[in-house]
């Protein structure tokens, strides 16, 4: 097999690992805005935040960003834990499903930065 097939690939998939990339903003918005409502005692909006953390744990895999991956699974299993829960949400539950947000943000835009480096060398 020849060298260019394998290179024109590879170009294929860094741009579509950039266009899921380019969308992050949006993905961890979500969050937050899911994560607004939880903590406002909308307890309709856990099982949503829950499903967005899923949706990130297997994309951000799918697409071979395993941090994001990684940190949206302990999101997702934090929401889920806290989805059987009758009393209200303690601070440091609502901290630590920030943390993780904030985790992924911080994940995301490393693997930007690490995919500019990548197109650049």
Do not use: K, W
Not at 47 to 74: I, K, M, W
Not at 78 to 99: N, T
Request: proline share 4%; hydrophobic share 40%.
């Amino acid at each position: 097999m020849s060298p260019e097939p394998d290179h024109h690939l590879a170009q294929q998939l860094r741009a579509l690992r950039r266009e899921y990339l380019a969308d992050s903003r949006q993905r961890v918005d979500e969050l937050r805005r899911l994560l607004t409502r939880v903590s406002a005692g909308e307890r309709a909006a856990l099982p949503d935040l829950r499903q967005a953390f899923h949706r990130l744990a297997g994309s951000g895999g799918s697409y071979g960003f395993p941090a994001v991956s990684a940190r949206s699974r302990d999101g997702e299993r934090l929401a889920a834990g806290l989805s059987g829960a009758d009393a209200a949400f303690q601070p440091a539950d609502l901290e630590s499903l920030r943390d993780c947000i904030e985790d992924i943000a911080a994940a995301f835009a490393e693997a930007l930065n690490a995919l500019d480096a990548e197109s650049l060398s």
